[in-house]
């Protein structure tokens, strides 16, 4: 079923060519009329506009209805610096707080903040909140946004996560792992459309033959693109590759689970550049509630160490919403990001995938809400843990992640202006996407990769962000962290308690696993592949970016 961006419409018909004009008039109007106020000035009019013509017909009928009244669509940044400041100073204690300014909060503090603006209804401190994190973001990364496009080459796992839709027991997936050279002819397809930094994504395997697998084809993406760069850069591209990276070709990123730091190394020494290993909590027991007694929060830990040891840009994440989860635990979630030196963030709320045993947990704790109404909260919550993020890390990459735009239409759009600065375009063939499906709802575009394209360049463009094309887009952490001014408790109002728990030593407690299905799990070996060749009805990967367009209401 066809449902715009916007969600006020099914089976969008695209506009008359005669409506364009008019359509144009008013988006210029009211861009100028916002960005007067908020200081981005008046040259996006034009970028705009030129964003919006190459854009397909059904973007330009929902720009001509929605950008009537542009000031008052939800991504809306509604305090300037210097207002933020002063109410996020009032509330933290700290009178004199300069607008942009990192701060060293502590679990406390961070605690503090998420409960006024979850439990107490502070929408003043949250627009703060907000406004604030954009504009350390901007501080940072101006009005860039950048790509991560990504892959996910297999969906064989022999993990049994609580919550994951190609968990080892979900019998009625159909497993796939993508040919190297199907691999590489999508890492072309990206280079060609400038972007930057490929994340090839799978379920974890640890098997020797898949080891092998991710390392020839790490090699390989790198080869082909580094030679496409070279060539584009008049280089001789016959000859042996550059010694040093140079930023040629593109960044591979990987996320393929717990492994020796042997084996990290090897991929590493095969051209990985960045690794993401999501912790999911920082609390060990919550950890241990969604995961099966073989799996170790403290392993996986110890495995995000032996990234940065290798020499990784190492990314984790969590989820926002999960059954038995706390505001205090998602404070913790903050300070282990920092603790720990990520580079990059993901946080994305927790969606429900039947079949799991974490969906069961969460119909027994909330099946009688209204589904819609609580995963609306759980939006708000993750956008807000996004702002403290980065508020607390300072020049971190962080994700507006494609399960934001599960829920809300114009997720990512708003993740932008509340703290985010990368966006991940799915790239996997258009004959795996539905089989890489990690819970109910995932967003997917029907429209060519180039119309994606086009669609998503006027959508960050309308926001007042402009894509930063073929760049790597490291995280500025990785060599240059910020360093955030400390918070002190003798400063802090009386809505901040004192610190009762010590998050700093991430010690590992003993914790009940749940149970695990009690059916057989078939070999992931034993799973039937698909077969390799182009995407089904394209010859070039269609994107998936959350853009103007066709969404699946869920799984085929």
Known sequence: MLTNAFGLAQGLVPLAARALPAALQACNTQWVRWHGNHGHGHHHTKEFKEALEE?????????????????????????????????????????????????????????????????????????????????????????????????????????????????????????????????????????????????????????????????????????????????????????????????????????????????????????????????????????????????????????????????????????????GQTLRDLAGDILFFREIGANMIGMGPYITEAGTPVADMWERLYGKEDKKEHMKRMFDLTTRMNSLARITLGNANISATTALQAIDPMGREIALRRGSNVLMPILTPTKYREHYQLYEGKPCITDTADECRKCLNARITMIGKKVKDSVWGDPPNFRNPAVGVTVPHSTTTSAIPSATRNYSSWALPAARHYATAAAPSPSPRAAKPLAAGPAKGSDVPRTNIGVFGCMNAGKR
Not at 113 to 140: P, Q, V
Not at 223 to 242: C, F, I, N, Y
Not at 249 to 254: F, N, Q, T
């Open 55 to 323: 854009a397909p017909e059904k973007f330009k009928g929902e720009a001509r209805k929605r950008l009537r009244d542009f000031a008052k669509l939800p991504w809306e940044v509604s305090m300037t610096p210097e207002e933020a400041a002063k109410v996020m100073g009032s509330f933290l204690g700290l009178p004199n707080l300069e607008p942009n300014t990192v701060l060293a909060l502590d679990v406390d503090q961070v605690h503090a903040i998420l409960d006024a603006t979850t439990n107490k209804g502070d929408k003043t401190l949250e627009k703060a909140l907000f406004s604030y994190a954009d504009g350390i973001t901007t501080k940072f990364f101006g009005e860039e946004v950048y790509y991560r496009g990504i892959v996910e080459y297999s969906n064989v796992c022999q993990n049994d996560c609580g919550y994951c839709g190609i968990r080892k027991h979900m019998h009625d997936v159909k497993r796939y792992t993508m040919p190297v050279s199907e691999v590489v002819e999508v890492a072309k397809w990206a280079f060609e459309n400038k972007l930057g930094n490929l994340m090839l994504q799978a379920g974890e395997l640890r098997t020797e033959a898949r080891n092998k697998y991710i390392e020839e084809m790490v090699r390989a993406v790198r080869e082909a693109t580094v030679r496409m760069h070279m060539e584009q850069k008049g280089m001789d591209a016959s000859g042996p590759l550059p010694a040093k990276d140079q930023e040629l070709g593109l960044c591979v990123s990987l996320s393929a689970g717990e492994l020796p730091r042997e084996t990290y190394q090897r991929w590493f020494d095969a051209g990985a550049r960045r690794y993401l290993l999501r912790i999911e909590s920082s609390n060990p027991e919550l950890y241990a509630a969604l995961h099966p007694s073989d799996m170790s929060w403290q392993h996986r830990v110890d495995c995000l160490r032996a990234l940065r040891e290798v020499g990784y840009m190492i990314g984790t994440g969590i989820m926002v919403g999960l059954p």
